[in-house]
């Protein structure tokens, strides 16, 4: 089955940058779209960016030029490099995977790695 595993998560300076990765297993393709969701304290999860096949993405509008999600097939990893943080991006961070066809899409999830941006 898909499991996904999240790290890179840290402490760091409002202004400072950290790279998360998601290490993959299991039916993930480079067809699948995968992605990075957030939660923070008391908030509902978000979804922070998404890379498609042929690697078009997307970014909610808070990162956007601040973020880059990048995927290497190879490795079966993702990642998230994030910079210019701010405390406001503290939140658990999770990565995402979506398997299915026309019919019947699923989603898979990983346990989450914590990014806390001080002021």
């Known amino acids: 089955q898909v499991q996904l595993v999240e790290s890179g998560g840290g402490l760091v300076q409002a202004g400072g940058s950290l790279r998360l990765s998601c290490a993959h297993s299991?039916?993930?393709?480079?067809?699948?779209?995968m992605g990075w969701y957030r939660q923070a304290p008391g908030k509902q999860r978000e979804l922070v960016a998404a890379?498609?096949?042929?690697?078009?993405?997307n970014y909610a509008d808070s990162v956007k030029g601040r973020f880059t999600i990048s995927r290497d097939n190879a490795k079966n990893m993702v990642y998230l490099r994030m910079n210019s943080l701010k405390p406001e991006d503290t939140a658990v961070y999770y990565c995402?995977?979506?398997?299915?066809?026309?019919?019947?899409?699923?989603?898979?999830w990983g346990q989450g790695t914590q990014v806390t941006v001080s002021s």
């Open positions: 995402n995977a979506v398997l299915g066809n026309l019919y019947a899409k699923y989603d898979y």
């Open positions: 299991g039916s993930i393709f480079s067809i699948n779209p």
């Open positions: 890379i498609f096949r042929g690697g078009v993405t």
